[in-house]
């Protein structure tokens, strides 16, 4: 990970390989996210999302970038 940066619930993580992979492996996790550029991860979750949920995020995030 090279930066993590956000607004309000906008985040961003910039990694320091291409973004596809990880972004595909997130989608078998069940987790959406967007590219913003050829190495930037974008999520940008609902105002309502429950901490359970954002929880489940950082998880298979967390899992999918140590993979």
Do not use: C, N, W
């Amino acid at each position: 990970i090279r930066e993590v940066r956000g607004l309000g619930l906008m985040a961003g993580i910039e990694l320091r390989q291409k973004v596809t992979p990880y972004l595909q492996a997130l989608m078998s996790h069940g987790v959406l996210a967007l590219p913003a550029g050829l190495t930037v991860m974008r999520f940008l979750p609902p105002l309502v999302i429950q901490k359970a949920d954002l929880e489940k995020v950082v998880r298979a995030v967390a899992e999918v970038i140590k993979a």
